[in-house]
């Protein structure tokens, strides 16, 4: 599992994918978006920094935490707990959340396929119990690694052109051995065998067994094995195919056997890779917290570039790039928790878009929409009266307590004339959401967007002339909650379990805040 906040899960994560990629299973699932705290504030756009660091750990399957069973159609939002998100259908944002599980999937499909790409993997010892073993020293980065198990290493590993392989595809060019001075002598036996056969084992030697079994035997095997591995004063030594390392770094090491970084990119994105045949697919996600523009370095070479959305759907050619020394280097933007699929591959078909002569593309504002708004509130128990007004604002700065109270969806409407421009890609731009928004143009719902920058295509739904346009946007429960607290309970509309609500709190930016406007980008 990993919790939305905090650091629950920093472990756990890569221990189950680690074990996963070491037992050939394809499917790491983990219990997520768990969260302590206020309830029936978060929303998707605050999932998905966290949801995309536990894609770079290895889920790839996630189990939505919680959705609790609502019976009652009465009292709403109804049965809640203090340790989650709220998935269930009482929540505002419940059907509009789907957009949001379009990504979850898109972004699973891809990294469920092939398999992932580690460079190094860390004998975790066989210290019982035990969990993970401490990547010690740190990989550098540019690196990715799985932990690995004795079992495994006894049963399923093997040698292959210089790689340590395990039988579902999975493969290594360096194992890092802890530093502990214990290991059992069958395991060292194995590990002789493939060093011999072309292993790269990077660590200190072993003094005796962690076990009772054939003492004291068993400590004089250990130290026969060791001096045959570890002998001499070479810090790099050879052994049959193989060698051992003891005395450099692991960046020394690395580089000593010419294994080059995956990937070179700035410490504020993370990113995993998978491979099958005839593609190699990378994930990359801004983990900090404000936009950058980054130069990420690939280790791919004749293989052409696709820059993948996982939020829209959209693939699209990559077409400012450069290829050096082997790798394959592209600049790409960044927004706030924006995250790529990056896809190498020569295979092309009618999913793939030309794409642009910038990799991120300039938006062009050829209009904005400031005509008169049509506002119904969908939820009108709890709702004031339909609102006209040319003025989009936040509702929570208002002084009717019923709109900055609001919680739920409302409808925006209103017409606007176009004339028609030669571009050929045409956006609608929403500018600020408070937090979700469905836009229909023409009768013709375009789509969802539930984070920065809220902007849809437009440019099959958008014709000369007059247009109609409806945004229905939803936020989330907790404006209402809090509102409630200011009322005496016999004039209250909502009803929760647990109740940690305070009159006091800060209100959650509610509405279509904007500015709207038509937005194009010149190929």
Request: proline residues 4%; charged residues 25%; negative net charge.
């Amino acid at each position: 599992e990993y919790w939305n906040e905090g650091t629950l899960g920093n472990i756990e994560c890569k221990a189950a994918s680690s074990t996963a990629h070491a037992y050939g299973k394809k499917t790491v699932s983990a219990e997520c978006f768990t969260a302590s705290g206020r309830t029936f504030v978060r929303h998707p756009a605050m999932l998905k920094k966290r949801g995309d660091w536990g894609l770079t750990e290895g889920i790839n399957h996630h189990v939505l935490h919680v959705n609790i069973h609502q019976p009652d159609d009465n009292r709403i939002p109804g049965v809640n707990a203090w340790f989650s998100t709220e998935f269930n259908r009482h929540n505002t944002w419940f059907r509009q959340g789907k957009a949001f599980f379009d990504y979850l999937r898109r972004a699973q499909h891809l990294l469920q396929r092939g398999n992932y790409v580690a460079d190094v993997c860390y004998f975790i010892g066989e210290n019982a119990p035990i969990m993970t073993g401490a990547t010690i020293p740190e990989l550098p980065k540019g690196y990715s690694f799985d932990y690995i198990n004795a079992e495994v290493i006894l049963d399923r590993l093997t040698v292959a052109d210089g790689k340590f392989v395990l039988p579902d595809g999975m493969s290594y060019r360096m194992m890092v051995l802890p530093p502990l001075e214990t290991m059992r002598p069958e395991l060292l036996t194995k590990l002789e065998e493939l060093v011999s056969e072309g292993g790269i084992i990077f660590g200190q030697a072993p003094e005796k067994s962690p076990s009772l079994q054939n003492y004291p035997q068993c400590d004089e095997q250990v130290k026969i094995l060791a001096s045959k591995l570890w002998s001499g004063e070479d810090r790099v030594k050879l052994v049959g195919k193989g060698a051992v390392v003891d005395g450099l770094s692991l960046q020394e090491a690395l580089n000593h056997f010419n294994i080059k970084k995956d990937v070179e990119v700035s410490e504020d994105v993370l990113w995993t890779h998978r491979t099958l045949n005839g593609m190699e697919i990378y994930f990359l996600t801004n983990q900090s917290g404000e936009a950058i523009s980054v130069m990420p370095s690939f280790r791919v070479d004749g293989l052409k570039p696709q820059l993948w959305d996982a939020v829209t759907g959209e693939i699209r050619a990559i077409n400012e790039y450069k290829t050096e020394n082997g790798r394959t280097i592209i600049p790409l933007d960044m927004e706030v928790d924006r995250s790529w699929f990056v896809v190498f591959t020569n295979q092309m078909n009618d999913l793939v878009d030309e794409g642009y002569k910038k990799n991120i593309p300039e938006y062009r504002t050829v209009q904005n929409i400031d005509e008169q708004w049509q506002i119904k509130f969908e939820n009108e128990k709890i709702a004031p009266n339909g609102i006209s007004t040319i003025e989009l604002t936040d509702w929570t700065k208002s002084e009717n307590d019923l709109l900055k109270h609001y919680s739920g969806t409302a409808n925006y409407k209103t017409t606007f004339s176009f004339r028609d421009t030669d571009a050929k890609n045409v956006f609608i731009d929403l500018g600020k959401v408070g937090v979700i928004a469905t836009v229909k143009l023409n009768g013709k719902e375009v789509g969802t967007t539930w984070m920065a920058p809220f902007r849809l295509t437009i440019t099959n739904d958008l014709k000369e002339g007059e247009n109609v346009l409806e945004i229905e946007v939803v936020n989330v429960w907790r404006n209402r909650l809090t509102g409630d607290k200011l009322l005496p309970e016999s004039e209250r509309t909502t009803s929760v379990l647990v109740d940690n609500i305070s009159p006091e709190e800060e209100l959650i930016s509610s509405g279509l805040i904007g500015p709207v406007s038509i937005q194009v980008v010149d190929k």
